[in-house]
């Protein structure tokens, strides 16, 4: 799909195309499409993220309360969206076995007591190792660096996702 396309898609076919870029928020991008046109991926992007940045906390934390838990509920009963399942399983949370999931649901458990919104992170850059290990050393963090970190893993899943739709820009041949 190439900007020309993304530029003249009415309302309606700009949501049902990036409605989920920030997972089960199409809020972002009803408000986004009228920044168009867009003249690459960057730009694009660049308005899904101003939006985040510009909303007041509560409208961040609501943005994190929409992310399903990785290994969480919906990955069990397989209610998660396209690209959430998409992305838990290419971490191999898929396939974890019981301890494990229930040492992540732990995890996130006590994540989301302390800091009010759930434990963030972009599936597609970790593992099954690793999710755990990072989530238990940002449980330590900081509530208001905690919450800048989670909203800077929410535009790394965007950028993901972007890119899926769009294509990764070609390196520029100076
Ligand atoms: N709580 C989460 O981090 N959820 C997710 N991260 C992803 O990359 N996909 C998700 O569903």
């Known amino acids: 799909m190439d900007m020309e396309r993304v530029n003249s898609m009415g309302f309606g076919e700009f949501v049902d195309v990036f409605g989920n870029i920030i997972e089960k928020c199409p809020l972002v991008a009803a408000a986004v499409w009228s920044q168009r046109p867009f003249s690459n991926l960057e730009d694009l992007e660049s308005h899904f993220f101003a939006f985040i940045d510009a909303l007041p906390r509560s409208g961040q934390e609501g943005i994190l309360r929409c992310h399903p838990d990785l290994a969480g509920r919906d990955l069990q009963q397989g209610t998660l969206t396209a690209e959430s399942q998409r992305e838990q399983s290419q971490a191999g949370l898929t396939s974890l076995d019981a301890d494990d999931r229930l040492r992540l649901q732990r995890l996130n458990a006590q994540y989301r007591e302390r800091f009010g919104f759930p434990f963030v992170l972009a599936a597609r850059l970790s593992d099954r190792d690793a999710v755990p290990r990072e989530l238990a050393r940002r449980l330590h963090c900081q509530p208001e660096s905690e919450l ?27």
Do not use: F, M, Q, S
């Not at 989670?150 to 100076?174: C, Q, S, T, Y």
């Open 148 to 174: 800048r970190t989670a909203l800077g893993e929410v535009k790394k899943i965007g950028h993901l996702r972007l890119v899926d739709l769009l294509g990764a820009h070609p390196a520029r041949v100076e």
